[in-house]
């Protein structure tokens, strides 16, 4: 391991955090807010950082792929921490709770324990935004288009970010591919924003809104999150961005570049649009039947079901007091998550596919024993180390999410509250059900329960193994 070359990388990113606080600084100058805790975060995220990245400087060497995960591991953590000091620094929230709302931030998440968001400065509710903008298209993303000017390469950065899934580069080179997607991801940003603004919106609300829609994120300005503005155009334009973050972004490039053909037969785009179209089509049909209050029942189903299923979290409806089925089908969603290679959290479409494709296989194989099938997936063949690691990625998902579940139990929560409190945790949704529900915030739990939330937050952002290589021994010792 080379340590000092990580520092060095590690002490950049600091940099790059406290740069970007200067945006929520020169806003609260603007806006005569309290600059000091924006002036003295930056300034510790500026200070540390520099320090490290010039101490580390004359260090030579390449980077490594035990580098690469502790590089990665250790960026989320940082990032979260001094993330966290504008909000111990205008006495909003104290560290544990600043910890985890910076966690849920970065992680796009979008679970808060903040009870009256409104009254919070606009300065650090811009900031609260761009931690999920940010965290979005993935810190790491971010830093592959800066590491190479420290003449590091970034591929090993880019594969540690996502792990068990084949990264299908749009370019030869890494730096090149980052760029494109973050070009997609600010486009798609900028358009919502204009759209949110001409639907209504103040440019304050429209900002924040589209940097944690796209994202995935759901952080909202208001107490009451989209529901508080009451307007259907302002609905429609989030649910067609939440979707648009939900997708692979390199099909979105795909659709620049002219490949429709391609974006059309993608077997997991077919998947997530047709669990979004049915899970709607229920839901809807499950409010008209139950008489719940609402004033369109198919535009209240279609915008929380892409808001769960795109783990962007934003509500309009307290889906808590709809009928059962309609919770449970909810539940679901925040399971299965978006496409894979989009700002979503969950499980991933792409997952989902490949288990139910090695559970027919498997059938197969009982049925007609003297047959050799494979797993198959857009016509060829997946190999076996892939459908092992997606086995083992479930069992890993959701062995962590019953252990979470058990902590929350054990502080005296009940199974609905734990459970969703767990699942949209390591999924990154959001809202859960119970005590965890879209009206409530995380922060009646203990202060170890949300440790063990933002954990598990950090945790499925990172697909999980990420940070488990990490804690093998074995690991190191190669």
């Given at each position: 391991?080379?340590?000092?070359?990580?520092?060095?990388?590690?002490?950049?990113?600091l940099?790059?955090?406290?740069?970007?606080?200067?945006?929520?600084l020169?806003?609260?100058?603007?806006?005569?807010?309290?600059?000091?805790?924006?002036?003295?975060?930056?300034?510790?995220?500026?200070?540390?950082?520099?320090?490290?990245?010039?101490?580390?400087?004359?260090?030579?060497?390449?980077?490594?792929?035990?580098?690469?995960?502790?590089?990665?591991?250790?960026?989320?953590?940082?990032?979260?921490?001094?993330?966290?000091?504008?909000y111990?620094?205008?006495?909003?929230l104290?560290?544990?709770?600043?910890?985890?709302?910076?966690?849920?931030?970065f992680?796009?998440?979008?679970?808060?324990?903040?009870?009256?968001i409104?009254?919070?400065?606009?300065?650090?509710?811009?900031?609260?935004a761009?931690?999920?903008?940010?965290?979005?298209m993935?810190?790491?993303?971010?830093?592959?288009?800066?590491?190479?000017?420290?003449?590091?390469g970034?591929?090993?950065?880019?594969?540690?970010?996502?792990?068990?899934?084949?990264?299908?580069?749009?370019?030869?080179?890494?730096?090149?591919?980052?760029?494109?997607?973050?070009?997609?991801?600010?486009?798609?940003?900028?358009?919502?924003?204009?759209a949110?603004?001409?639907?209504?919106?103040?440019?304050?609300?429209?900002?924040?809104?589209?940097?944690?829609?796209?994202?995935?994120?759901?952080?909202?300005?208001?107490?009451?999150?989209?529901?508080?503005?009451?307007?259907?155009?302002?609905?429609w334009i989030?649910?067609?961005?939440?979707?648009?973050?939900?997708?692979?972004?390199?099909?979105?490039?795909?659709?620049?570049?002219?490949?429709l053909?391609?974006?059309?037969?993608d077997?997991?785009?077919?998947?997530?649009?047709?669990?979004?179209?049915?899970?709607?089509?229920?839901?809807?049909?499950?409010?008209?039947?139950?008489?719940a209050?609402?004033?369109?029942?198919?535009?209240?189903?279609?915008?929380?079901?892409?808001?769960?299923?795109?783990?962007?979290?934003?509500?309009?409806?307290?889906?808590?007091?709809?009928?059962?089925?309609?919770?449970?089908?909810?539940?679901?969603?925040?399971?299965?998550?978006?496409?894979?290679?989009s700002?979503?959290?969950?499980?991933?479409?792409?997952?989902?596919i490949?288990?139910f494709?090695?559970?027919?296989?498997?059938m197969?194989?009982?049925?007609?024993?003297?047959?050799?099938?494979?797993?198959?997936?857009?016509g060829?063949?997946?190999?076996?180390?892939?459908?092992?690691g997606?086995?083992?990625?479930f069992?890993?998902?959701?062995?962590?999410?019953?252990?979470?579940?058990?902590?929350v139990?054990?502080?005296?929560?009940?199974?609905?509250?734990?459970?969703?409190?767990?699942?949209?945790?390591?999924?990154?949704?959001?809202?859960?059900?119970?005590?965890?529900?879209?009206?409530?915030?995380?922060?009646?739990f203990?202060?170890?329960?949300?440790?063990?939330?933002?954990?598990?937050?950090?945790?499925?952002?990172?697909?999980?193994?990420?940070?488990?290589?990490?804690?093998?021994?074995?690991?190191?010792?190669?």
């Open positions: 391991m080379n340590a000092l070359l990580n520092g060095r990388i590690l002490g950049w990113f940099v790059g955090i406290g740069a970007i606080q200067a945006i929520p020169a806003m609260a100058i603007s806006l005569g807010e309290d600059y000091h805790p924006f002036f003295f975060s930056a300034g510790a995220a500026l200070i540390v950082g520099a320090a490290l990245a010039f101490s580390c400087r004359d260090t030579r060497g390449d980077l490594r792929l035990r580098d690469s995960f502790l590089i990665v591991g250790l960026a989320w953590i940082l990032a979260s921490i001094f993330g966290a000091f504008p111990v620094f205008f006495s909003v104290h560290p544990i709770d600043a910890f985890f709302e910076s966690v849920s931030g992680t796009t998440t979008g679970t808060t324990v903040m009870a009256q409104e009254a919070a400065p606009h300065s650090l509710l811009l900031w609260r761009i931690t999920q903008w940010l965290g979005g993935g810190i790491i993303v971010f830093a592959i288009a800066i590491v190479p000017l420290l003449g590091i970034g591929m090993q950065l880019f594969k540690a970010e996502i792990p068990g899934i084949s990264v299908d580069k749009l370019r030869p080179r890494v730096t090149e591919t980052a760029r494109r997607l973050l070009f997609i991801y600010a486009a798609f940003t900028s358009a919502e924003c204009i949110l603004w001409m639907a209504g919106m103040s440019a304050y609300d429209a900002l924040c809104h589209s940097l944690t829609t796209v994202s995935t994120g759901g952080f909202s300005t208001r107490d009451s999150s989209v529901g508080a503005f009451g307007s259907a155009k302002i609905e989030i649910i067609a961005f939440m979707f648009l973050g939900g997708v692979n972004f390199a099909l979105h490039y795909r659709v620049v570049s002219g490949q053909k391609k974006v059309v037969e077997v997991e785009l077919r998947y997530f649009v047709g669990v979004i179209l049915v899970s709607t089509l229920i839901v809807a049909w499950l409010l008209v039947t139950s008489d209050p609402g004033a369109s029942p198919l535009r209240t189903a279609m915008f929380q079901v892409v808001s769960i299923v795109t783990t962007a979290g934003y509500g309009t409806a307290d889906f808590d007091t709809w009928p059962t089925l309609a919770g449970l089908v909810l539940l679901q969603l925040m399971i299965l998550g978006g496409m894979a290679g700002t979503s959290g969950g499980v991933k479409g792409l997952r989902v490949l288990g494709r090695v559970f027919a296989n498997t197969t194989r009982i049925r007609k024993p003297r047959v050799v099938s494979s797993v198959k997936y857009a060829q063949t997946v190999p076996a180390d892939l459908v092992v997606v086995g083992a990625f069992i890993a998902y959701f062995g962590i999410a019953a252990a979470a579940t058990a902590v139990s054990l502080a005296g929560y009940d199974i609905v509250t734990s459970a969703s409190a767990a699942l949209t945790s390591i999924g990154n949704v959001g809202p859960g059900l119970g005590s965890a529900g879209p009206t409530e915030t995380f922060a009646h203990p202060s170890h329960v949300k440790l063990v939330l933002a954990a598990c937050m950090v945790l499925g952002r990172l697909e999980i193994f990420t940070i488990i290589v990490l804690l093998q021994p074995g690991f190191w010792r190669r």
